[in-house]
Each structure stands twice: as structure tokens, then as C-alpha cells.
T-cell receptor, first 117, second 110 residues
Framework: GAVVSQHPSRVICKSGTSVKIECRSLDFQATTMFWYRQFPKKSLMLMAT?????????EQGVEKDKFLINHASLTLSTLTVTSAHPEDSSFYIC?????????????FGDGTRLSIL | QQPVQSPQAVILREGEDAVINCSSSKALYSVHWYRQKHGEAPVFLMI?????EQKGHEKISASFNEKKQQSSLYLTASQLSYSGTYFC???????????FGPGTRLSVLP
């Protein structure tokens, strides 16, 4: 159980393109979803936390207009990187948690490797 | 505030033990432990919520000290499959401010 599906797994696109990444909880309802960015050999950096039906809470330094997050249902959250540039190239990974409390684990998707040319 | 993890890296021979520490300057609501293999998603290991708590099984277990500022992950009789980067994640408040530590890279050699 507790499977999170993330698509696409890899994206290569030209500078200026907008890219949408989907994160779905397949067998549970995710009250909270998290979006992370990870650089090579580094830790996961939390970008934003989203609760179903609410606006996402962004971490300091993360541009809201650049990284649009929508959590329209209890099983789907999307991250859209708008007008992507080479510096946005990274590994983006989502996770989902069944409730908002800290006593539930985060279940991770397999990540999306984004390369902007 | 990001928790501190130590050591940064450790190399073991199969069958040896390891301890990975995670500490915070503030009392924590919870500590989570995850393992990530190269190019893969992190995999959940365990959560600790109570001061003085110990949980896990014989091979992989963790503790949370009474002050709830430090947690340790114990890897006993390590196997090749234990190789990866171990992250602790901490929450200071109920459902808020979740932060991953910098990670500890564990390599188990035959």
C-alpha cells in the first residue's frame, strides 16, 4: 500500500517552456502533499506544502509565480514550472501524507528529472 | 531549522554496525528516518514521537532522547542492501516546518 505515482519521470525541454509535473496517491487519500527539489548529492529541499483545497504554503525563497502548485483533490497535486530556464534544471520529487499530523510517514514519488536546454 | 546529522559519511564491511545521529537545537514534535538509494525515491524507515522512545527491529532501530532533541538510527550487522543515504526529517510543531537533515552516506562493502 501507500503508493505515490509521479509523472513524468524525465523531461527535457527548451528554455521558456512551462512544465507540469503530476503527483498522485494511488491507494490512499493524501491530506497533505509536499514538493521537494534535490540537487546532486544534496538533501531534499522543501519547496512547498499543499493541503487539499487550500493554497500551498511556500518556503522562504521559493517563487510562487514560478512554481505553481495545485492540490485540487485528495489524490492529485501538480507542480508547474513556468517559463523554465536552465537554472531550474533539477530533480523534483513529491511526497504525500495521509493526514496533517506528524505521526504519519511521507510516501514519495519516484521523482522527475527536469533538464532545461 | 535544518537538523544536524553525523557522521556525514561512513564506510562499513558487511556485518559491521553503524550509528547515525540527528540533533536539533530545539525540542522536536517528531523525527522521521528515510533511506534513499542513488536515483531513487526516499523510503520510509520509521517515525519517533515520544521522548525516550525506541522502536524498530533487531537489525534497524532508532531512539529518541528524553529531551526530544536527538535521535539515533542503529544499523546492526549491516548488509549490502543497507547502502544509501540516510536522512532524518524533523518537525518542531504538529504538522508544520518539516525539514530534512543533510544526510549520511552509508556504504557497505563485501
Amino acid at each position: 500500500g501507500a503508493v505515490v505515482s509521479q509523472h513524468p519521470s524525465r523531461v527535457i525541454c527548451k528554455s521558456g517552456t512551462s512544465v507540469k509535473i503530476e503527483c498522485r496517491s494511488l491507494d490512499f487519500q493524501a491530506t497533505t502533499m509536499f514538493w521537494y527539489r534535490q540537487f546532486p548529492k544534496k538533501s531534499l529541499m522543501l519547496m512547498a506544502t499543499s493541503n487539499e483545497g487550500s493554497k500551498a504554503t511556500y518556503e522562504q525563497g521559493v517563487e510562487k509565480d514560478k512554481f505553481l502548485i495545485n492540490h485540487a483533490s485528495l489524490t492529485l497535486s501538480t507542480l508547474t514550472v513556468t517559463s523554465a530556464h536552465p537554472e531550474d534544471s533539477s530533480f523534483y520529487i513529491c511526497s504525500a501524507r495521509e493526514d496533517a499530523a506528524g505521526n504519519q510517514p511521507q510516501h514519495f514519488g519516484d521523482g522527475t528529472r527536469l533538464s532545461i536546454l | 531549522q535544518q537538523p544536524v546529522q553525523s557522521p556525514q559519511a561512513v564506510i562499513l564491511r558487511e556485518g559491521e554496525d553503524a550509528v547515525i545521529n540527528c540533533s536539533s537545537s530545539k525540542a522536536l514534535y517528531s523525527v522521521h528516518w528515510y533511506r534513499q538509494k542513488h536515483g531513487e525515491a526516499p523510503v520510509f524507515l520509521m517515525i519517533l514521537l515520544k521522548g525516550g522512545e525506541q522502536k524498530g527491529h533487531e537489525k534497524i532501530s532508532a531512539s529518541f532522547n528524553e529531551k526530544k532533541q536527538q535521535s539515533s538510527l542503529y544499523l546492526t550487522a549491516s548488509q549490502l542492501s543497507y547502502s544509501g543515504t540516510y536522512f532524518c526529517g524533523t518537525e518542531i510543531n504538529y504538522g508544520q516546518n518539516f525539514v530534512f537533515g543533510p544526510g549520511t552516506r552509508l556504504s557497505v562493502l563485501p
